[in-house]
């Protein structure tokens, strides 16, 4: 499946990197110039973790945001024998 949260639908965004060259007047130069516009993808932080929902517990992809924000219930642990 996709890069998506499975809680807030949070996915992979497309946003674009402007490369530039010179140096900025306030450090004493000329001014910074463009030289050239790139598409790249912004990923979100996502977690495979394993999340209770009633009584079974459920492999998740969350992220990190949802996690931190407890809107997720984990599963507690048991320890054997």
Not at 20 to 25: Q, W
């Amino acid at each position: 499946m996709a890069r998506v949260c499975d809680i807030c639908k949070k996915r992979t965004r497309v946003g674009g990197a402007i490369a530039r060259r010179g140096l900025p007047k306030k450090k004493g130069g000329v001014g910074l110039k463009t030289t050239g516009h790139t598409k790249r993808k912004y990923f979100p932080n996502l977690q495979k973790i394993q999340t209770q929902q009633g009584k079974s517990v459920v492999r998740m992809t969350v992220c990190t945001r949802c996690i931190k924000s407890g809107r997720i219930r984990k599963p507690l642990r048991v320890k054997a024998g």
